[in-house]
């Protein structure tokens, strides 16, 4: 059992280990590209983590949880279209947009279970999605480009990509403490039953409705920091970023990785990224093969990633 | 305003709602029934155009194209419930969602594969592509008149199948109780099987008859598939009556929305706030709706009666 | 004041009448059961009384108060506790867990972030208290889905206690059990008799003459006798209409 454990917690360590010295190691090997390939999967990471909190722990089935991505890089976007490029003001207005979307969304759709749910988050990020592009004034369809990335205080430069990565990285480990911390209190206790059983909770004397709100806006705001980073790192803004197939890609990472485990986003995302990477290198018909392995992996992973580990690691008793 | 520019957007607003309800009717049967969420439906719908596509240029003829494209579709969807589908009727809509959202990858790419990245047209007979004068002031073009007149035909055609023949009563009961038609000898499995081929069937002929319009591509499924849940959504999932008001008002209201809402605005507001926010507006309009018909009834407006 | 005041109950389905006109009065300290066969109605009437569905006429008063437009969780807050027919506990989850979660319901919000529960004290060590008097300490650390039918009506019953009811509404805590758990269960009750007041739904005629204060009897929706359990062993309809003729 204390070797199983070592072995689980090890795997976790082992990705922790390599994402914290990442930039170190891609540069001594001499390949740049690999620090934009982990500096996606950190923030893709931090977006699944955030997803991992409503749906894993809380039974949500967001299926528009990219919007929170969008919004996050638009909040980006737009006001370095107007020539704004301070990050903490562009910080806030990505905590209130997506703050004010998630919860007047969210009040909407929390009153809904099960697969109506799940089509109304996707109606209500596919809206978000239309409204932009109907835009012209902000690029419509073809996006935005923005020039230069936020400016931070204390003359924290994001041009340069370490530090870029390095924030990205610091900001995943912060929320999944924090994801941490909410889940085992007191009101991770609530949204963790209610996501098993609504009704009992409220015979019990929980109003379930409003922490499940208020989980729904924490997670959502976590996603536009996400977004945030995101519209940093790619320069280009557009709506693809919330395209229900991105939230889609979401859901799968965050099952792929297990859902309602702490670092199953990171192991999602890691193996995500790298099929994703590995598949596209062979053939331009990649997305059939990725495709079928989604299937493959509904109908026979269960638990995730995160689950097959702690299978490994519980039959060494 | 225009008064023959309101009559022809009334039309082509019903005209958008047959089409929905041709595709939303497959969906919301297969989810009433089957406790199904199948996000590849709108894959059907880009089969069946793509299908119908190449049939009408090989053949030379829209009419025989169709007619063999129908039972085509409705193979294809056969076989996909028996490949894919059947194995996930007992898990839950999260894996469901996941699986069919992996298929919507492997169709989409298979007819990048099989028809190129490229999207095809294909014209209509000579025929079918002047004008009809209405009401003495009004020019609508005929093929849309059609695409009404059959849409219309198929609903009405589905009502006689499901509330007057034996087959239509098991799905009426299946809708509510599912477990009470097994106990009554129906192999269900065939039964889910010609449903879900009979949906697949009737998307894939919306997607024939709109694409010599908007022409056959890829991504049409996906479009048409989110308009389809919110349809379905709006009319209560397993109801095929709510499907088909629903598909109306969402039609409408949609066409119309996009048409006129910057007129409409114009009376309240600058012209130029009216034109640059009316189009976001518009887009954004079905779903306020959705939005606000799921306020106060959160089962949609013809929820069926629950199990 | 009675603790529980029913006055009038109705609800129908369709036109199907499930309760009908139904009163009931529990006073404190006592135990008051209803019984009455299959269909009579008696789930919805509890139904009624939690909240969970909502009374076409009628009202419902607990300790003095109006409830009967009450949501599920404050009638929960206001002293009402359930435990279900068919058992409903918070699946995986450990027993323990289960139960902090109940005594966490009534000690204000949960609007709390940063502490776990498993270091609580106030949680932990008053649901172990409650988990040794049901007699499961020692399935205290399982998961749910590790346990028997039993003590999954045992847990059940525990977290309805754990709320420190005033009214304890028992849907068939019998229901499914063999006779030794069943024994125990009737002895259980008896011991927890006289603090809060306590609706017994239940068909163990066994176990309700036993337990009983008084009893109610529900046939086809409507109450047709209600009295001490030697008026209703006595009572002519109730005889012909559910005991049988003796």
Same mark, same amino acid.
């Given at each position: 059992m204390i070797a199983g454990l070592k072995l689980h917690g090890g795997v976790v360590v082992a990705i922790l280990l390599l994402l914290a010295f990442a930039p170190f190691i891609i540069d001594w090997i001499d390949k740049p590209f690999y620090l934009d390939l982990v500096t996606r999967m950190v923030i893709l990471a931090i977006a699944a983590a955030s997803l991992n909190l409503i749906l894993g722990y809380g039974g949500m089935i967001s299926f528009g949880h990219a919007a929170y991505l969008g919004i996050g890089a638009y909040s980006i976007g737009i006001p370095a279209y107007y020539g704004e490029y301070d990050g903490l003001y562009q910080l806030a207005i990505t905590i209130i947009a997506c703050g004010s979307f998630s919860l007047l969304t969210g009040y909407v759709c929390l009153r809904t279970k099960g697969v109506y749910f799940i089509m109304i988050t996707l109606a209500f990020a596919q809206m978000m999605f239309f409204a932009l592009v109907s835009i012209e004034e902000y690029g419509a369809d073809d996006g935005l480009v923005i020039d230069l990335r936020s400016e931070l205080p204390?003359?924290? &430069? !994001?041009?340069n990509s370490v530090s870029m990565y390095y924030l990205c990285f610091f900001i995943l480990l912060f929320f999944l403490f924090i994801i941490h911390r909410l889940v085992n209190s007191r009101f991770g206790m609530v949204i963790r039953g209610s996501a098993v059983n609504d009704s009992r909770m409220q015979s019990l004397g929980f109003p379930t409705f409003r922490y499940r709100l208020l989980c729904f806006v924490i997670a959502g705001v976590m996603c536009g920091v996400a977004g945030w980073l995101l519209g940093n790192f790619t320069n280009f803004i557009s709506p693809e970023m919330m395209d229900w197939t991105r939230s889609g890609e979401l859901i799968f990472i965050v099952v792929l990785g297990?859902?309602? &485990? !702490?670092f199953g986003p990171v192991l999602g995302t890691a193996a995500f990224v790298l099929i994703e990477e590995v598949l596209s290198g062979f053939t331009i018909y990649w997305q059939l093969y990725f495709g079928l392995f989604l299937v493959a992996v509904v109908l026979f992973v269960r638990g995730g990633l995160d689950g097959l580990l702690s299978k490994f690691s519980r039959s060494d008793k | 305003m225009d008064g023959a520019l309101v009559v022809v957007q009334l039309l082509n607003g019903i005209q958008l709602g047959v089409l929905l309800f041709l595709v939303a009717a497959g969906l919301t049967l297969v989810f009433g029934i089957m406790d199904f969420v199948n996000l590849a439906h709108g894959a059907l719908y880009m089969i069946g155009a793509f299908i119908c596509a190449s049939l009408t240029l090989a053949l030379d003829s829209f009419l025989i194209a169709i007619a063999l494209a129908l039972p085509a579709t409705f193979i294809v969807g056969y076989l996909i419930e028996r490949v894919f589908i059947c194995h996930l009727y007992h898990r839950d809509h999260l894996d469901q969602v996941l699986a069919t959202f992996g298929l919507i990858l492997v169709f989409d790419t298979l007819v990048h594969m099989l028809w190129g990245p490229a999207g095809i047209s294909y014209p209509l007979p000579n025929w079918m592509n002047g004008q009809v004068n209405l009401f003495g002031f009004v020019d609508f073009p005929l093929y849309r008149l059609l695409i009404i007149f059959s849409g219309i035909t198929v609903a009405i055609g589905l009502y006689f199948v499901i509330v007057r023949t034996k087959t239509g009563m098991l799905i009426r009961a299946g809708a509510s109780n599912r477990t009470m038609i097994s106990a009554l000898g129906v192999n269900i499995n065939q039964l889910f099987r010609y449903v879900f081929a009979t949906g697949a069937m009737l998307a894939g002929f919306a997607g024939m008859i709109i694409a010599p319009i908007t022409e056959a591509s890829i991504g049409m499924g996906s479009d048409i598939l989110l308009i389809a849940f919110v349809v379905i959504i709006i009319g209560g999932i397993g109801s095929i009556r709510g499907a088909l008001i629903a598909s109306l008002i969402v039609g409408l209201i949609d066409t119309m929305g996009r048409s006129f809402l910057d007129d409409l605005m114009k009376l309240f507001v600058s012209n130029q706030a009216a034109e640059t926010s009316a189009p976001a507006l518009s887009a954004m309009l079905v779903y306020i709706l959705m939005a606000a018909i799921l306020f106060f009834r959160p089962q949609g407006l013809f929820p069926p009666k629950t199990r | 004041m009675a603790l529980l005041e029913v006055n009038n109950l109705h609800k129908s389905f369709g036109g199907i009448?499930?309760?009908?006109?139904v009163s009931i009065r529990v006073e404190k300290g006592e135990l008051h059961a209803i019984i009455g066969p299959n269909g009579a109605g008696k789930t919805t009437l509890i139904s009624q009384l939690t909240g969970d569905l909502e009374s076409d006429s009628g009202t419902v008063y607990l300790d003095g108060k109006n409830i009967t437009r009450l949501p599920m969780h404050k009638r929960a807050r206001l002293g009402m506790a359930r435990s279900f027919q068919i058992t409903s506990v918070i699946d995986n989850m450990s027993v323990i867990e289960n139960v902090m979660l109940s005594v966490q319901a009534q000690s204000?919000?949960?609007?709390?972030?940063?502490?776990?529960?498993?270091?609580q004290q106030e949680l932990t060590e008053t649901s172990h208290e409650i988990l040794v008097n049901v007699g499961l300490q020692s399935r205290s650390?399982?998961?749910?889905?590790?346990?028997s039918h039993g003590e999954r009506r045992q847990l059940e019953v525990a977290m309805a206690l754990a709320m420190r009811p005033k009214l304890l509404l028992l849907d068939e805590p019998m229901a499914g059990m063999g006779s030794d758990e069943s024994i125990k269960m009737i002895d259980f009750i008896s011991s927890i008799k006289g603090g809060a007041g306590i609706l017994l739904i239940e068909h163990d005629m066994d176990a309700v003459f036993k337990l009983a204060d008084r009893i109610s009897v529900l046939v086809e929706g409507n109450i047709i006798a209600s009295g001490s359990p030697e008026q209703i062993r006595d009572d002519k309809q109730v005889r012909r209409s559910y005991l049988g003729d003796e």
């Open positions: 204390f003359g924290f &430069s !994001l041009e297990g859902a309602g &485990s !702490l | - | 009448s499930a309760t009908c006109d204000g919000h949960s609007f709390r972030f940063w502490q776990p529960v498993s270091a650390l399982h998961r749910t889905t590790e346990l």
